[in-house]
């Protein structure tokens, strides 16, 4: 079988995906065959078809670049159990920019009947993001502050409205007003406008000059060393994206005053077995089924305008998740 498909034959902008047809032959020990009806859209798509340095392994070209869909299994290799043909599901597994595809069965997440396709595709990458960020990197506490740049984006709506959910007052910054009323809506209490000012001004203003507990930065270079002067003592700033450029060797004395932490995480990491990619998105889903988190798709884009897609999002024109629909 050939599944339709999009790769990358070398590293560049939005122009080098192309159309391919991938072999897909029938699924062999440990492996299942997947049906997408939908495929995540993720800025990680975008460091790789770039090029740029990452949690990404080395591949030859020519790389399908994407690491998540849903869709329906549609065959089960030897030694397989627990998965049946028909079966709903998301994968966690690179690749995923094509219509069918062999995955290993223990990178599958079961969709709970509540959680369609096409939100899955377009949200669990994030949705994982947000686990481990708000729940095992730094641990959110009712009380704490905590800020998230590009609240409008599509990880700021998810940390901000499980944020609040779990206690904590949310500053968020974005850079439009149209962006301001979208941050409101998704769970933050302070939304500073970082074209109108100093974001740093405005977050000590607002925190009666102590700080948050915690930054959640995904823009990077443009905000991270800034970032420092909003954290209180001990605090962490938490650099987990790079939509500006990556951030460069800083000085290290800047946390020494205040005893700061900071990170640079990846979501590999925390999901790298079967069992935590099983418990994070369990976690997940009973924060949906609480109702602290509603999981949305705000664009979708035929998997053949792959090329407008990826121009809107390194652009910074799109709000909340996007999705690829074969």
Not at 26 to 32: A, N
Request: aromatic share 6%.
């Amino acid at each position: 079988m050939l599944s339709e498909s999009f790769c990358i034959y070398r590293n560049g902008g939005p122009e080098v995906l192309e159309a391919c047809r991938v072999p897909v032959p029938s699924p062999g020990p440990g492996e299942v065959q997947l049906r997408q009806s939908a495929i995540g859209l993720n800025f990680a798509d975008i460091y790789q078809r770039k090029g740029a340095h990452g949690p990404h392994a080395a591949t030859p070209f020519p790389i399908t670049l994407g690491s998540v869909g849903a869709g329906t299994v549609t065959a089960i290799g030897p030694g397989v159990e627990g998965v049946m043909v028909g079966q709903r599901v998301a994968c966690m597994h690179p690749g995923a920019y094509q219509m069918t595809r062999n995955v290993p069965a223990g990178r599958l997440v079961p969709l709970p009947e509540s959680v369609a396709e096409e939100v899955a595709g377009a949200t669990l990458l994030r949705g994982l993001t947000a686990e481990y960020l708000l729940r095992r990197l730094y641990a959110v506490q009712p009380g704490d502050v905590v800020l998230v740049h590009a609240a409008a984006g599509g990880m700021g709506v998810l940390l901000s409205q499980w944020a609040r959910a779990l206690g904590a007052t949310v500053i968020g910054t974005v850079g439009s007003e149209a962006k301001r009323a979208i941050a409101l809506a998704h769970g933050c209490h302070h939304v500073v406008n970082y074209r109108e000012g100093s974001f740093v001004d405005a977050v000590l203003a607002l925190t009666g000059g102590e700080g948050v507990a915690v930054v959640y930065d995904a823009v990077g270079k443009d905000v991270f060393v800034p970032s420092l002067q909003c954290l209180r003592p001990c605090g962490m700033a938490i650099n987990y994206g790079t939509a500006s450029g990556d951030v460069e060797a800083f000085d290290l004395q800047l946390l020494h005053a205040r005893s700061l932490i900071v990170s640079r995480p990846t979501l590999r990491t925390y999901i790298a077995s079967p069992q935590a990619l099983a418990g994070a998105a369990a976690t997940l889903f009973a924060a949906v089924a609480a109702g602290q988190l509603r999981l949305e798709v705000n664009h979708r884009y035929p998997l053949a305008a792959v090329r407008d897609a990826h121009r809107d999002l390194e652009g910074r024109a799109t709000t909340g998740s996007a999705v690829l629909i074969p």
